[in-house]
């Protein structure tokens, strides 16, 4: 079904080719064989109730999570599944706007079809805990004040809010069955109840079949995706212990904001894992920090994120074959495609994973700057991000998108040196690398502060790029 709304946005993107676009995808779908089963996928969403429904890209979009549902509406997908993170700041009264919107989308848990569309949502910890940044200070003094705050967090009154949102019953872990298949999900908090529920439900879940099942929670399951995160996993290890006996299982979390073009995006060990990214502001992540995007670094908070991260707002549709996850990766900023369709085998192969990180690793290009490309520096008056005017140092060179979506460049790591001896080290993340490859800006910079390297001397710069896996060739230029 196409609406007005469908119309006004490509409209506002390059029309021809959008509106070409979406109607090669629905001829394509209307010609092509159906999967077994097709899922929407998105995760923190982050809404707030802040009475704006547009592209708001500082705090949690409407607009966004709206447009996520008709796109999943017109791809006539079976079930969506939301990993966590549904009101920002754990008001009823978000969680209320998230059931409000699907209902609109989705009247009665219906597509346009009428057929049944199975909403499998979670809470994650800004559902569970966000009231904790609010339900302080002054309001705590006003027994008036505190009860009606304490009234609008859903911390404390899980299913009471979640019957208010939604008009459904809450448990802490249930299961539901969509065409056949099995999905095991688990609140925030309540992932480590998973496997005794499982034990004790083991006939009507029938997990040991041979087609996949999906685990749906917040945080990724330990010691799988993006291992920093996965090191202090909130359910303590007990789900990776458990999944690690099922081959066929599929588990989706989001939780760390990674972008889909990320490599590291989907797992493999003894089972499957799958980054489901956010509807909010993507993550540029190295060893575990959150670095700037061609920003000042110095005078910046811990843990920033550029600006750029929330250009990038990203879900999924997964259709669910006998052998297969066929998982396409959508751009929701941009209304297209994030990257080629990602083809993973399930059940798992344990002993040689295709999807394991070591896997990828030898599959993986190697960034790489195009064939001439150079680096320079030059001095400038400019200010820093405390908005004060001092001397710089702008180093520039061409992205190192050489490499296609098989090389892409999450980052560089930029070295200065005088006479051989290193006087400063940088990382500096590629401006959307969670776009697509044709939309990473041909260039980069890093700027610095011009007293961060010597007066004196001449300063050379090395720039390498650094992918998912793999290291680029450097290139180095100077600057006297």
Known sequence: MNTRRQFIQFAGGGFSAAWAMFHARALADAVAPRPPLRLGVVSDIHIRDIGKTGNDYTHGSTGTFRAALEYFRDRRVDAVVIAGDMADTGRVSELKLVGRIWNEVFPGCKGADGERVEPIFVYGNHDARGFRGWLKGDVTKDPEKLAAARKDAIGGQEAEAWKQAFGWDWKGVYSVKVKGYTFLCAHWGYEKDIPAYAAAHAAELGLHAARPFFCVQHPHPKGTLFSYWGKGAEDGGQLTEFLKDYPNAVSFSGHSHMGLTDDRSVWQGAFTAVNTCTLLQISTPYHGEWQCVNSRRRGNPPRHMGPTSRKGRQ????????????????EFVLGEAAGPVRVVPVPANPANPEYGYAAQAARAGAPRFPVGAAVSARRQRGKDTRGRLEDQIVVE???????????????????????????????????????????IPASSRLVIGADEVPAAGTVAFRVTPVGFFRRGEPMTGEMR
Do not use: N
């Open 397 to 439: 060179f061409p992205s190192a998108c050489a490499g296609g979506d098989k090389g892409r460049v999450l980052l560089y790591d930029i070295v200065a040196t005088v006479e051989g001896r290193q006087v400063g080290a940088w990382k500096l993340a590629q401006e959307l690398h969670f776009h697509p490859i044709a939309r």
């Open 315 to 330: 879900g999924m549709v997964v259709d669910v074959w006998p052998d297969r996850l066929e998982i396409e990766r959508r």
